[in-house]
């Protein structure tokens, strides 16, 4: 039964969509169809992200296949990723130069 | 596909048949707000503006106002004024009369004689409204007739995930079938803006996007502040939104994926078939009140946290994604698009009960808010009262 969902598959978060405590798997399916299983280091409330990866301070975090902020701290796979971890950078997307 | 509407002699299409009370100013507000009380059949609005504003401040206001007495869900309108306000009755009516050809009627307080002959004066008059527009019949009225506002309010992750992608289900449909569909909220555009621009139908377009969001965040730069100061809210954070940027990611997906046809400033009328932008706030009340001044005679709305956001002139369907909070706020909520997340190949399905429950709505079945008599209306503003 899969507790998270990932949206592209290049996101290095997945969103819980049922709370996962702890210590316990999160499972979730990739676009293509593959399962993927990581385990949460921390309570994940429902609807809420966690990396599937090592996410080095400074990294995008990508979440839609685009940018929705920046790693502000070094963030493990399977912690949180909330206001604590992402600061929020205005990105220079006018493509007019 | 059909719904039943209201003809207007404007030659547009109502889905309610509402006559409107309309207060120029705020220093008519109560008046009407009482004489609406004694009319069934009547509506009206707290209007806090129409007077002691900047001129684009009027100007945006006056716009909702017009637009309002405009929108095809309107018989009639009694426009109600103090006498000495900068919104002045002959402005007001010939701005409704710009817009529209429709019945209308008007009461001065300061020439009435003070508020007791005011509120007779206007409830005589809506009253004989509501009686004559109490003959109209609905008619057959194809779906392209529609113009329909899309906008989310106290998003949570879900709305990204499941509410706003079914409103973009609902908009591609719509506009396949002729229709307008209404992708609103500049602010919620900050950091998606890149996405919505390749979707410009040419380059003036395109390029107008990006000015709109561009003069946004320069009005917040020159007072000193910064959208997101109060955006994402303490409600979106909460549920796991962590910044702007995701939030608009979700948002947008209420546009689907058709063209953008055109940009319209805040309510100013919808001319235009297809997807189309109004550049609105992200505060609900007034990006709703902006749509339907532009003449939307709905509005679908997503919600992850749970709102209750009606209007007077127009029914807002209110949709979650958000299971816990359907089950909450059902009260409030007209539609449960969580199944979008929980059950694979969902999508189709939902996307033509939403369908079914907007035409319903159309034609005549209450939105939960309009049976509970939500009726909110915030008006854009540039700058402070002078």
């Not at chain 1, 949460?40 to 990866?53: L, P, Q, R, S």
């Not at chain 2, 004689?113 to 409204?129: F, N, P, S």
């Not at chain 2, 979106?236 to 940027?245: D, R, S, V």
Request: aromatic share 4%; charged share 20%.
């Amino acid at each position: 039964m899969n507790n998270a969902m990932i949206i592209e598959p290049e996101d290095n978060v997945a969103v819980a969509i049922e709370p996962i405590p702890k210590g316990e798997a999160a499972c979730y399916v990739l676009p293509d169809g593959t399962p993927c299983r990581i385990t949460v280091i921390e309570n994940i409330t429902i609807y809420h992200k966690f990396a599937v990866h090592d996410i080095a301070k400074g990294e995008k975090i990508v979440k839609y296949g685009e940018h929705i902020g920046e790693a502000g701290a070094f963030i493990p796979a399977g912690a949180h990723v909330h206001e604590h971890n992402v600061i929020s950078v205005r990105e220079n997307l006018d493509d007019r130069g | 596909m059909e719904f039943l509407g209201y003809l207007r002699p404007d030659g547009r299409v109502g889905i309610r048949n509402h006559v409107f009370i309309l207060p120029a100013s705020v220093c008519a507000a109560d008046v009407s707000r009482i004489a609406a009380s004694q009319v069934q059949g009547a509506v009206t609005f707290h209007n806090q503006n129409g007077c002691s504003q900047v001129k684009a401040d009027q100007q945006l206001t006056m716009d909702v106002m017009a637009g309002y007495a405009a929108n095809p869900n309107v018989y009639g309108t009694v426009i109600v004024s103090l006498g000495c306000e900068n919104c002045q009755m002959d402005l007001v009516e010939a701005a409704v009369r710009e817009r529209t050809s429709k019945p209308l009627q008007k009461v001065i307080i300061q020439e009435a004689g003070g508020t007791i002959k005011a509120v007779e004066q206007v409830v005589r008059l809506a009253q004989e409204m509501v009686r004559q527009a109490g003959l109209l019949q609905r008619q057959p009225c194809p779906l392209s007739r529609l113009i329909v506002g899309t906008e989310c309010g106290g998003s949570d992750p879900t709305s990204g995930l499941a509410a706003n992608p079914l409103v973009g289900q609902l908009s591609d449909l719509l506009v396949d079938e002729g229709a307008a569909s209404i992708l609103s909220e500049t602010t919620e555009f900050i950091g998606a803006e890149h996405i919505l621009a390749k979707r410009a139908a040419n380059r003036e377009i395109h390029d107008r996007l990006f000015d709109i969001i561009h003069r946004y965040e320069k009005s917040l730069q020159l007072v000193g502040e910064e959208v997101r100061a109060g955006n994402p809210s303490p409600g979106n954070k909460a549920g796991g939104i962590t910044t702007l940027e995701e939030k608009s990611l979700g948002c947008i997906h209420k546009g689907g994926h058709r063209p953008i046809m055109a940009v319209y400033d805040y309510a100013k009328q919808i001319e235009t078939t297809g997807l189309v932008v109004m550049d609105t706030p992200g505060n609900d009340p007034s990006s709703v009140a902006g749509m339907i001044a532009g003449g939307a005679q709905v509005v679908v709305f997503t919600t992850g946290r749970g709102t209750p956001t009606g209007n007077p002139i127009a029914p807002v369907i209110k949709i979650t994604g958000n299971k816990l909070t359907y089950a909450k706020m059902e009260d409030n909520i007209d539609f449960d698009a969580s199944p979008a997340i929980y059950e694979s190949g969902s999508m189709p399905r939902l996307t033509q009960e939403l369908l079914v429950e907007l035409i319903e709505i159309a034609n005549g079945k209450l939105s939960k808010a309009e049976a509970l008599g939500m009726v909110e209306t915030a008006i854009a503003r540039v700058c402070n009262y002078v």
